[in-house]
């Protein structure tokens, strides 16, 4: 399995990140290496980040780049942005983010907790981030694959997929990161 820190498919959000001065290029990489890892048997799970000044359009802009590649998709890990406190200077990084459009749930919070939940934009709250990460996800991940990639190394060895399924059929299904099959 690979761990694709790919962060988006939008060009305009991979430069707001600072992930690379050419985003064609980058994606175009970053699609040659899912279809190599597919075509060696090798499962790809893609990370995507929602950063500071995202919105619906690039949110498609990624679904649209991640579509291209779904044969190559085992699974996605989706989460908006938290900023968290560090040894570096916090206010020139949210002086940063909100620069982009963002602006802090609740302000102090990182100040008294240690991070801070961020509204992306003006059109995306923290909460609407929140539901485009789990729908994201889901679109691009079943709970067979979800289960297979936390098998690997998250979930303990003795959890079968009869016992995930109970717990998973026993969970509100809007907030699983996974589709399940209708039952």
Same mark, same amino acid.
């Given at each position: 399995?690979?761990?694709?820190?790919?962060?988006?498919?939008?060009?305009?959000?991979?430069?707001?990140?600072?992930?690379?001065?050419?985003?064609?290029?980058?994606?175009?990489?970053?699609?040659?290496?899912? %279809?190599?890892? #597919? /075509?060696?048997? !090798?499962? *790809?799970?893609?990370?995507?980040?929602?950063?500071?000044?995202?919105? $619906?359009?690039?949110?498609?802009?990624?679904?649209?780049?991640?579509?291209?590649?779904?044969?190559?998709?085992?699974?996605?890990?989706?989460?908006?942005?938290?900023?968290?406190?560090?040894?570096?200077?916090?206010?020139?990084?949210?002086?940063?983010?909100?620069?982009?459009?963002?602006?802090?749930?609740?302000?102090?919070?990182?100040?008294?907790?240690?991070?801070?939940?961020?509204?992306?934009?003006? %059109?995306?709250? #923290? /909460?609407?981030? !929140?539901? *485009?990460?789990?729908?994201?996800?889901?679109?691009?991940?079943?709970? $067979?694959?979800?289960?297979?990639?936390?098998?690997?190394?998250?979930?303990?060895?003795?959890?079968?997929?009869?016992?995930?399924?109970?717990?998973?059929?026993?969970?509100?299904?809007?907030?699983?990161?996974?589709?399940?099959?209708?039952?």
């Amino acid at each position: 399995m690979i761990d694709l820190g790919l962060e988006s498919g939008s060009p305009t959000q991979l430069m707001a990140m600072g992930k690379t001065r050419n985003p064609e290029r980058y994606l175009k990489k970053a699609g040659e290496l899912l %279809e190599a890892c #597919h /075509d060696a048997g !090798v499962w *790809a799970k893609v990370n995507i980040l929602l950063y500071a000044g995202e919105t $619906r359009s690039s949110i498609e802009e990624t679904t649209l780049w991640l579509n291209h590649y779904r044969q190559c998709i085992k699974g996605l890990s989706v989460s908006p942005l938290i900023m968290y406190r560090s040894d570096a200077d916090p206010d020139q990084y949210l002086h940063e983010l909100l620069s982009l459009g963002a602006r802090p749930v609740e302000e102090g919070s990182l100040r008294r907790e240690g991070y801070g939940l961020m509204h992306l934009s003006k %059109e995306m709250t #923290h /909460d609407d981030a !929140v539901e *485009a990460s789990l729908e994201l996800s889901r679109m691009f991940m079943s709970s $067979r694959d979800y289960f297979d990639l936390k098998s690997f190394s998250y979930f303990p060895r003795s959890l079968s997929w009869e016992d995930f399924n109970r717990i998973a059929a026993a969970t509100a299904s809007d907030t699983l990161p996974f589709s399940r099959p209708a039952s």
